[in-house]
């Protein structure tokens, strides 16, 4: 797999710099399953779960995917797209006890792979690239934590999923799989929020190889 | 030195995070020197300074160093202002052939010790935490590589440097040092550009410790 395109290198000191491959969109295959089941409530329903599962159990902390695919040789990521108009990463929220990475391969199984996967895919999760806090339920989340020294409510882990040379996705059908360039994120936090619209930011110090398969 | 606040953590596998340790600004011991010689230049003579010194040596490569103190439990971000109304990092532009460390080592005595420290003044320089491109000399900078496939003419790598318990900061006249909470900065690219707005992103990754002394 020869390396044709690689991130412009000074030869300065900065050869420890972190590698990540990515490949072709044309080297996955992508089709649908049936329709995950939505938490169909109201946005006060919504709130007043979020804020039982608080008192239960503390803190409510998701884990999300940022998975890079090549196409017209520049990163794209791939995003869950929903009633045409919320964008999310592919992730979810831990269940009490549960670890970052087991939690986000669950997650990633039930959104990304065939329902009788039975673990057979294997998630790559690299290292956690970036955090968000909630300080209250319905707040915006910020990449840093309430400067009053409050619990906060919610955190946002975005991890680095690497992906084989090959894949199989199989998505609920009521979501589309969307790969979206860099240039279209980058500060656009209208369409995608502050959460995604930051992604290439959080990528700039990786060297990105986009490998021919 | 008891760590009086730590960033939250939910006792999962996120035990890797990195930790940084921050003292409190008034740690720190802050007087000036002498005026730097300021390149007194037209846009239109930086254009073409910037064109002549990429044609003789390639890509401008700037280094710039991020800096944290802890104020209010908070932590704040060093900068260097000019005229009122411009905020840079400290750090500058790598001469030809330089190294990123030893470039900016050289920046920061430059900017921010006395003009006879001869290096005596030891700053550690952690890892890059993101990069910005320019694909031309008078163009928005971006955290990712010109989709083009042109080379940048401009690359400007962010470092964490790590203070120590103490350290006197002795700044050229015409600029001030302050320093700015994080909730300031995030996403205000109107008053710091695009590169000093996201720092609070890059740095949301590492599990800052404000350390009394």
């Known amino acids: 797999m020869p390396i044709i395109n690689t991130r412009w290198n000074n030869g300065n000191s900065d050869g420890d710099r972190l590698v990540v491959d990515i490949?072709?969109?044309?080297?996955?295959?992508?089709?649908?399953?049936?329709?995950?089941?939505?938490k169909d409530e109201t946005l006060a329903d919504r709130a007043l779960r979020l804020k039982s599962n608080y008192d239960a159990?503390?803190?409510?902390?998701c884990v999300e995917a940022v998975i890079l695919v090549e196409l017209f040789k520049h990163p794209h990521l791939l995003l869950?797209?929903?009633?045409?108009?919320?964008?999310k990463l592919?992730?979810?929220?831990?269940?009490?006890?549960e670890s970052d990475i087991n939690g986000l391969k669950r997650k990633l199984l039930s959104k990304l792979c065939a329902d009788d996967d039975n673990y057979r895919t294997h998630?790559?999760?690299?290292?956690?690239?970036?955090?968000?806090?909630?300080s209250d339920?319905?707040?915006?989340?910020y990449p840093y934590l309430p400067s009053s020294g409050r619990t906060p409510k919610e955190c946002?882990?975005?991890y680095l999923v690497k992906l084989p040379s090959n894949r199989d996705f199989i998505v609920p059908?009521?979501?589309?799989?969307?790969?979206?360039?860099?240039?279209?994120?980058?500060?656009?936090?209208?369409?995608?929020?502050?959460?995604?619209?930051?992604?290439?930011?959080?990528?700039s110090r990786f060297s990105i190889n986009m490998v021919r398969t």
């Open 123 to 134: 998630w790559e999760v690299s290292e956690c690239i970036g955090m968000w806090w909630k």
């Open 57 to 61: 159990y503390g803190m409510r902390t």
């Open 173 to 203: 059908k009521n979501f589309k799989l969307l790969a979206v360039p860099m240039c279209q994120l980058h500060e656009n936090r209208k369409t995608f929020g502050s959460i995604i619209a930051g992604i290439p930011q959080l990528l």
């Open 137 to 141: 339920f319905e707040t915006l989340p």
């Open 90 to 97: 592919p992730g979810g929220r831990l269940r009490p006890g």
């Open 23 to 38: 490949f072709p969109l044309s080297s996955y295959y992508f089709s649908s399953k049936a329709a995950a089941a939505s």
């Open 80 to 87: 869950l797209q929903s009633k045409n108009c919320i964008y």
């Open 156 to 158: 946002t882990k975005l």
